[in-house]
């Protein structure tokens, strides 16, 4: 990659996708007619219209040939050797990004550029999931992760984040497509985690240096975090959600798709459901995601030694989906204490008679049966205040006991 740094034609393919209007399919249509970005850029307006371009977009590629647009993306790329450029044409392009008809002509890598020939599983779902779906997507991710599996996801509040975290728990790479320049960071709450990233793996953008936060641009990330993986799974998700577009993409791309089933009563579980009757595969453990991905790749090959122990007892070890039955919620589990203000903007719809405190007890619950215990754990109220609260709750139908001490939401 060194080399391409130094390659004056690299600012050439910069300056060509900065061009407004040039999306990754006109570029190519470029490529095609002219070879390379430095030819295109030489051509004359009626020659790129002629090659398939619209007169406003020939106009800016020649408005563009005398600036020094590359300078930002050149500066960046030669701060650090952390810091990558990759081309169509350059042989780190994955190859499984560049069999989509829209793959992106760059890419910006900051990070460890080789993982991102790793295989990867894509995990994605609601920025404000229920606990459970919070507590699932880092089980998952953390235990996939030591299998040899790369963690892939946005960089998103909630499920993201906790895809990731729980890859880099795991001690396995993880990487994160973002829908702005690799020089910024957003959600800025993700600062700390973007920088744990790269240590573990990369942040990965076909976005120039500079470019802010853009709602156009997040579904345009979904295509790159899907293309890069060989299967994505569906943590939760609501019937319209960027989860469910991602799920899409990966199914126009052949690749598998997985889905956590969850309550009738909940809805972030309905997008789940909907996949699972579109044919997307139904999860219940890692298990099921890792007999379809040994059909594709042998994991085996790309397992670092220091998570060969953690692979020979993988069925006893396993995570699934979390229930009462299933898993104990621990103080040092880095996701299962989640603050009262994080927890109280669930997705989930909450009648406005309750008050806030009533509110934020419903959404750390979920629709799984739970605990008090649990729910101490999950929340800032000790267990007496629970009680007394889950007892209301109870008396307005919001809650029913299980009996063994466990309660479920029922809306």
């Not at 570029?27 to 790129?48: K, V």
């Not at 790793?118 to 992760?145: C, M, W």
């Not at 042998?298 to 030694?305: A, G």
């Amino acid at each position: 990659m060194n080399d391409m740094k130094q390659n004056d034609e690299l600012e050439s393919w910069i300056k060509l996708w900065r061009v407004s209007g040039i999306g990754s399919k006109k570029f190519q249509l470029l490529l095609n007619s002219f070879d390379t970005p430095a030819a295109a850029l030489a051509a004359n307006s009626s020659q790129l219209v002629q090659a398939g371009l619209s007169s406003k977009v020939a106009n800016s590629i020649c408005d563009q040939k005398n600036t020094d647009s590359a300078k930002p993306d050149l500066e960046w790329l030669n701060a650090s050797d952390n810091h990558h450029i990759v081309t169509l044409h350059c042989p780190e392009y994955p190859q499984r990004l560049k069999q989509i008809d829209d793959a992106p002509a760059l890419l910006y890598v900051h990070g460890n550029l080789s993982i991102l020939k790793d295989p990867q599983l894509g995990i994605v779902g609601s920025r404000n999931p229920t606990q459970s779906g919070h507590n699932n997507a880092y089980e998952f991710a953390k235990h996939l992760a030591t299998t040899g599996l790369c963690i892939t996801s946005g960089l998103a509040l909630g499920v993201d984040g906790a895809a990731h975290q729980g890859a880099i728990d795991g001690e396995g790479p993880t990487i994160a497509v973002i829908a702005t320049g690799v020089d910024r960071v957003y959600p800025a709450k993700h600062r700390e985690l973007a920088h744990k990233i790269v240590e573990n793996g990369a942040i990965v953008s076909e976005f120039p240096i500079g470019t802010h936060p853009d709602s156009r641009h997040f579904p345009r990330r979904n295509r790159i975090i899907s293309a890069l993986s060989y299967g994505v799974l569906v943590v939760e998700a609501a019937l319209k959600s960027g989860s469910l577009i991602t799920a899409r993409l990966a199914m126009e791309q052949n690749r598998e798709v997985f889905a956590i089933p969850g309550s009738i009563h909940n809805p972030l579980a309905k997008g789940c459901h909907q996949l699972i009757r579109q044919g997307a595969k139904l999860v219940e453990t890692a298990e099921d995601i890792l007999e379809e991905m040994s059909a594709l790749i042998d994991l085996n090959d790309h397992s670092s030694s220091s998570h060969q122990s953690s692979n020979s007892n993988f069925i006893s070890q396993k995570p699934s989906v979390e229930s009462e039955t299933s898993r104990t919620v621990t103080n040092d589990d880095h996701y299962s204490k989640t603050k009262s203000d994080e927890i109280a903007s669930s997705d989930t719809q909450i009648d406005g008679s309750l008050d806030q405190e009533q509110k934020t007890l419903l959404n750390a619950m979920g629709f799984d049966p739970i605990s008090i215990d649990q729910l101490v754990l999950s929340t800032d109220f000790d267990a007496a205040t629970i009680a007394a609260m889950l007892l209301m709750l109870e008396l307005q139908n919001y809650v029913s006991g299980n009996g063994g001490g466990t309660y479920t939401r029922l809306k």
